[in-house]
């Protein structure tokens, strides 16, 4: 059996989780699950990233000590992940003990490699980026992510050698052209090397919370140094042993487009310098933009992924956040356009299909499904369907795997608006469009499940399956013909009532 680990990037726990966060997590969550379908032994990873200068400003700003403010909103985010059914493996946190063992156990090894010197550093510093930048990438003194001022920040402490890395890494993209994906990130991360790597200042000693430098306890590590090793915590790195390898090296790093540069350039140096295994693939989404703008606590813009699961259901907020953007692009988010999608996708077309096909059986044939017939008209499209929706997930396709799977939701619609069973008396020619829709359903039920788990399992179970859609492998699971007939079809209330707005 094939293994699949896959990360989120953690989350800063400055502020509650807003459905930026939510569409990473949804989005990882619903390609693992598509993975375990594949059958792949999936352990897939999220969590909150607590040390650092920008969560002790929040916490002061509060009055409070940043543990608890870490705790607190730590505990928010995986509210959020479990409110949104996403099914992680691990959740970590950078507070954990385990994790300050492996973050010791990694930069000792760097440092005994002879990669980390000390040395003095001058630069212009983002506390919201936890990153220096350069002079000439500061336009007016903002920095060029968060468009809020810099400061100018100056300090004795340890680096790490990455510009000794530019060669090695600029070899192993071109090894392996996918590790970046899409590509045009992939191109932003090769000139970025190629422009030229200074060396990264990777400890403070000007506050403390953070992880201490094991052979310079003054200092605590720079926030990315430790936060970027969580995906080795993970993996059980802090073990101390062999054990990691289980794991590692990751499958499948999940981020947004603006932390490719730590994830992509500076993420495998250091891999390389302690002679690590480099993770398979970074892929970076788009952000999730309110208005045109993105999130912030400043612009008072965020969404809370808690209202809208209350207001819309899980299903409904996940099959929007997958849906809605392709992978890879900015995609704007508004209450509207979540109705608009509701009502097309899941109301229309999805749920008045379910209700519809269970109605009929019910009037029709006593409330026992018939079975499918083998050369029915729905047999290509939805072999077609199959086989287009399982490239789209492999290739983290989402958004085009879904509108692959709702080909059929449309096309099984269309059978029976053309038979118009509804009109005509129990015989052939009704069982046979109803086991067809049967069959439609249990297969759209496989497809759909990565995004809509619930509703999927719901659909499983209203047309008398056994176990749950999830548990299901594909490819065997969508060849058409599994329906086996005979069984109690259930009607019930609609699995997505039409909203107003
Ligand atoms: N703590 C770092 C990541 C460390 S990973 C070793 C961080 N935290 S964050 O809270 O700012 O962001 C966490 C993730 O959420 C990032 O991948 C980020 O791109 C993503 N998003 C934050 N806001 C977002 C949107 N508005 N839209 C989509 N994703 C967004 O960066």
């Known amino acids: ?41 999936v352990h897939y990873v999220t969590g909150t990233d607590e040390y650092g200068l920008k969560n002790q400003r929040a916490a002061e700003a509060k009055g409070i000590d940043p543990q608890r403010l870490a705790d607190t909103n730590s505990a928010r985010f995986r509210e959020a992940a479990d409110v949104l059914e996403v099914a992680y493996d691990d959740f970590i946190r950078t507070t954990d003990e385990r994790h300050t063992r492996s973050v010791q156990r990694f930069l000792q090894v760097i440092y005994d490699n002879g990669h980390i010197e000390e040395g003095t550093y001058e630069g212009l510093y983002c506390v919201a980026c936890e990153a220096y930048y350069a002079d000439e990438e500061v336009a007016d003194g903002n920095c060029p992510v968060h468009g809020r001022p810099v400061e100018r920040m100056a300090e004795t402490n340890w680096f790490f050698r990455l510009s000794r890395f530019e060669d090695q890494l600029l070899d192993w993209y071109e090894r392996h052209p996918d590790f970046v994906v899409p590509t045009t990130r992939m191109n932003e991360v090769v000139a970025f090397v190629r422009s030229g790597l200074r060396d990264l200042s990777i400890s403070r000693g000007t506050f403390s919370w953070g992880v201490p430098l094991p052979w310079d306890t ?49 993420w495998p140096a250091m891999l390389l310098a302690a002679e690590l295994e480099l993770p398979r693939r970074v892929a970076a989404h788009g952000w999730l933009l309110v208005g045109g703008e993105k999130m912030s606590k400043t612009k008072l813009n965020q ?197 107003k707005g």
């Open 303 to 499: 969404i809370s992924p808690f209202d809208l699961v209350a207001d819309f259901g899980v299903d409904a907020v996940r099959y929007h956040l997958l849906r809605a953007t392709p992978f890879g692009s900015d995609g704007d988010i508004s209450y509207e356009g979540i109705v608009a999608r509701y009502n097309a996708d899941l109301a229309n077309n999805l749920g008045n299909l379910v209700s519809r096909v269970a109605t009929m059986v019910d009037n029709k044939c006593g409330g026992i499904g018939p079975a499918p017939r083998p050369d029915s008209p729905l047999a290509a499209v939805s072999m077609e369907v199959a086989a287009a929706a399982a490239e789209a997930w492999d290739a983290l396709a989402v958004s085009e795997g879904l509108e692959q799977t709702w080909r059929l939701v449309r096309q099984t619609n269309a059978l029976l608006e053309a038979a118009e069973p509804w009109k005509a008396e129990r015989g052939p020619v009704v069982d046979a469009v109803l086991g067809d829709s049967l069959e439609a359903l249990r297969i759209v039920a496989v497809l759909a499940s990565p995004a809509i788990p619930c509703a999927s399992a719901e659909i499983w179970t209203r047309i008398g399956l056994d176990g749950s859609p999830c548990d299901e492998r594909v490819p065997e699971a969508t060849a058409w013909g599994g329906y086996p007939g005979g069984r109690r079809v259930t009607r019930a209330e609609p699995l997505f009532p039409r909203r």
């Open 1 to 41: 059996m094939a293994r699949f680990f896959a990360t989120t990037a953690i989350a800063y726990v400055n502020d509650a989780p807003h459905v930026g966060h939510a569409y990473e997590a949804v989005t990882g969550d619903a390609i693992c699950r598509w993975r375990r379908l594949a059958g792949d032994q």
């Open 218 to 266: 003054s200092q605590v590590a720079w926030v990315w140094f430790d936060a970027l090793p969580n995906y080795l915590t993970a993996a059980g790195y802090a073990e101390g042993d062999d054990s990691y390898r289980q794991l590692w090296p990751a499958d499948l790093h999940l981020i947004g487009k603006d932390i490719i540069r730590f994830h992509a350039v500076f």
